[in-house]
């Protein structure tokens, strides 16, 4: 069970890093964020956008936030695919806040990562 905010960071960060090479590019990527977005030309109800935003880990002062966008895209059929574990940390549509990771906490944060990558992939937007 990890409790340092730094080390839940760089494990998350560490899951994040190969959607780089699936399509993906950081517009942060430093000692307490890392991000990802797809730069794909895309219009999303009706508005064309050169980029959509896919996720995002950043260390706070009381917890570390992982932020998943592909709720916003299907929010029923994403929230369907969190583990209860990861769905008690949701706060907000899109943001959990994360105090303790465990390898079953892990593990749902990389299946939802490979569940909304399917979703971009499936609506051409990476």
């Not at 699936?22 to 109800?45: A, Y």
């Not at 695919?81 to 940390?89: N, R, S, T, V």
Request: charge should be neutral.
């Amino acid at each position: 069970m990890k409790t340092d905010f730094i080390e839940i960071f760089q494990t998350i960060r560490a899951v994040l890093q190969p959607y780089t090479a699936q399509g993906f590019s950081n517009r942060i990527n430093s000692e307490t964020t890392f991000d990802l977005w797809s730069d794909m030309n895309v219009v999303i109800e009706g508005k064309k956008r050169n980029e959509v935003y896919f996720a995002e880990v950043k260390i706070f002062k009381g917890h570390v936030g992982f932020y998943f966008m592909p709720v916003y895209a299907e929010p029923e059929k994403m929230k369907e695919i969190f583990d209860p574990g990861l769905l008690k940390l949701l706060k907000g549509k899109s943001c959990f806040h994360i105090k303790k990771l465990d390898d079953t906490l892990l593990a749902s944060i990389e299946s939802a990562l490979a569940e909304g990558f399917r979703l971009y992939k499936e609506k051409g937007w990476v």
